[in-house]
């Protein structure tokens, strides 16, 4: 079986190039899928690539950053029929709520000869 690269792209990249991309590297039209959302509020699309080895994935994943991708999502034994838009973004969804992010500089006041615990006599 193989794996499943995903790619999420700003609506104002050309999926067009990529698609041609994609070809021009040896993926045939049937081991990728691109989609397009048409609603305003949703202004980024998805581009899932069939990977069958490293080299193919580090191929796409060139091909992604050359199209300006804003974040890839590597899904380990999964099909290209498997890789439907809602099985794709429940899956993102999950990683994304799952993922640590990074916090603002926390500053962490150390205790001072105050009020305290012990009871001094």
């Not at 500053?107 to 006599?121: L, P």
């Amino acid at each position: 079986m193989s794996n499943i690269l995903a790619g999420l792209f700003e609506h104002h990249s050309d999926y067009k190039k990529l698609e041609a991309d994609l070809e021009n590297s040896g993926f045939p039209s049937s081991d990728y899928i691109v989609y397009l959302n048409d609603s305003p509020h949703h202004s980024q699309y998805l581009v899932s690539v069939a990977v069958k080895d490293t080299s193919q994935t580090d191929m796409a994943k060139d091909i992604f950053t050359q199209n300006a991708v804003h974040k890839t999502y590597l899904f380990e034994n999964m099909s290209i029929e498997q890789a439907d838009y809602t099985h794709l973004k429940g899956y993102i969804d999950a990683r994304n709520k799952a993922e640590i992010h990074n916090s603002p500089e926390v500053r962490i006041k150390g205790s001072s000869s105050g009020m305290d615990s012990e009871v001094k006599f």
